[in-house]
């Protein structure tokens, strides 16, 4: 990057919300830029390969639900192979006094998977992006008005002057990660600063087995546990079982030395000495991720702040916009909110004064609805 640079609309974040704002913009044929601090895209959408190149384990977003139209749609158009999330067999509930086992799946709903991982709906996004309009590793250090109507962006390595900016992470991570001297008002710092991150107080254990070989017992995967450390359990397996996995999920405050041999015990209690050793452990501690997660993240609690009506309307004389997840008004938390804001954030850009672009066309997928259910899963 050079030292003085302009750009039409500068996106800070290349996760799905981002990317859906800048994809639209692009489309739209606005001059548009996304800065990334990671050396790749996704944020919260991370896949783990296996030895099978089609297949993956995600170690973050993991499921999209029927009337989520945005992702469905985008999988059809960039090819995105998904599959039904397993639900045949029983559940396990473990207490302090035991083990039971209860008819039939009750803890998981019909809900989709990605085969490939869900990181492949960023990845889809960002291909539909020229080059130069995307830069990893490349974090924010603030923002600023800079007395000529528009706003001044900086990095370690310069400065870019843009009209608007699109904020796709989480506010609380914004806030902390990003200068933006006194100019936000203090209604909306305090917002920001009291908004959960989704996920981000969350550890997400994967699994990865030569066999699922809880179905061959007919269990589901499917665990409720009151001891713990995995407080719900699911089968992450791909279609036909392959890669095996089961996944849970943990608070960020019980890992602690021994907390993998904790996570193995647990597994082999519940499924048998075949799950004491599983073939790799994935561990993904959000609240250890410094680009997802502020300091502040395990104090983090109320998540009636999603979707708030501050975050609706642009900040700093409109040319704030903000694109994440818990920004969304549906489906907040979801994959399907993080692209749903993104539209929103894209549209808001293109129906500013200065633009001289239709609003209307502010979708990445033209089938998509806002019409939706309550949000029902953490991943």
């Known amino acids: 990057m050079s030292h003085q640079d302009s750009r039409d609309v500068v996106?800070?974040?290349?996760g799905a919300s981002g990317l859906a704002a800048a994809t639209v913009l692009h489309a739209a044929g606005r001059d548009v830029v996304a800065l990334e601090a990671r050396d790749r895209v996704g944020?919260?959408?991370?896949?783990?390969?296996?030895?099978?190149?089609?297949?993956?384990?995600?170690l973050g977003a993991t499921w999209f639900w029927d009337g989520e139209e945005r992702v469905r749609t985008l999988t059809m158009l960039?090819?995105?192979?998904?599959?039904?999330?397993?639900?045949a067999g029983d559940t396990l509930l473990q207490e302090a006094t035991g083990t039971r086992r209860l008819t039939?799946?009750?803890?998981?709903?019909?809900?989709?998977?990605?085969?490939?991982?869900?990181?492949?709906?960023?990845?889809?996004?960002?291909?539909?992006?020229?080059?130069?309009?995307l830069r990893l590793g490349t974090p924010v250090t603030a923002v600023h008005p800079n007395g000529q109507g528009g706003l001044d962006v900086l990095t370690a390595t310069g400065t870019l002057h843009t009209e608007h900016v699109v904020l796709a992470v989480p506010p609380a991570l914004a806030l902390e990660r990003i200068d933006f001297g006194d100019a936000l008002p203090a209604d909306l710092v305090r917002l920001a600063r009291s908004t959960p991150v989704w996920?981000?107080?969350?550890?997400?254990?994967?699994?990865?087995?030569?066999?699922?070989?809880?179905?061959?017992?007919?269990?589901?995967?499917?665990?409720?546990?009151?001891?713990?450390?995995?407080?719900?359990?699911?089968?992450?397996?791909?279609?036909?079982?392959?890669?095996?996995?089961?996944?849970?999920?943990?608070?960020?405050?019980?890992v602690r030395p021994g907390f993998e041999q904790a996570v193995t015990a647990q597994l082999a209690r519940l499924f048998g000495p075949a799950a004491a050793a599983p073939a790799v452990l994935?561990?993904?501690?959000?609240?250890?991720?410094?680009?997802?997660?502020?300091?502040?993240?395990?104090?983090?609690a109320d998540y009636a702040l999603f979707g708030h009506h501050l975050y609706q309307r642009p900040a700093l004389d409109?040319?704030?916009?903000?694109?994440?997840?818990?920004?969304?008004?549906?489906h907040a938390g979801h994959i399907e909110g993080a692209l749903a804001a993104g539209e929103?954030?894209?549209?808001?850009?293109?129906?500013?004064?200065?633009?001289?672009?239709?609003a209307t066309s502010g979708t990445i997928a033209r089938e998509g609805s806002d019409s939706s259910p309550a949000c029902r899963r953490t991943a």
């Open 318 to 330: 409109g040319r704030l916009h903000w694109a994440s997840t818990e920004t969304a008004t549906d």
């Open 43 to 58: 944020g919260r959408l991370l896949s783990a390969p296996v030895s099978n190149p089609e297949r993956a384990l995600d």
């Open 104 to 133: 039939g799946n009750l803890l998981d709903a019909p809900s989709r998977r990605f085969a490939a991982g869900s990181q492949g709906i960023a990845t889809a996004l960002a291909a539909t992006l020229p080059a130069e309009s």
């Open 199 to 254: 996920m981000g107080a969350v550890v997400k254990v994967v699994a990865h087995y030569p066999c699922a070989f809880w179905r061959e017992e007919g269990l589901a995967g499917a665990v409720f546990s009151r001891t713990g450390p995995l407080q719900e359990i699911h089968d992450m397996s791909g279609p036909d079982g392959d890669p095996a996995a089961l996944f849970g999920f943990a608070h960020a405050r019980t």
């Open 282 to 300: 994935h561990v993904q501690d959000w609240s250890a991720e410094r680009w997802t997660a502020p300091s502040t993240v395990r104090h983090l």
């Open 78 to 87: 960039s090819g995105i192979e998904t599959f039904d999330q397993h639900l």
């Open 11 to 14: 996106v800070i974040g290349a």
């Open 344 to 358: 929103r954030a894209a549209r808001s850009v293109l129906a500013a004064p200065s633009g001289a672009n239709d």
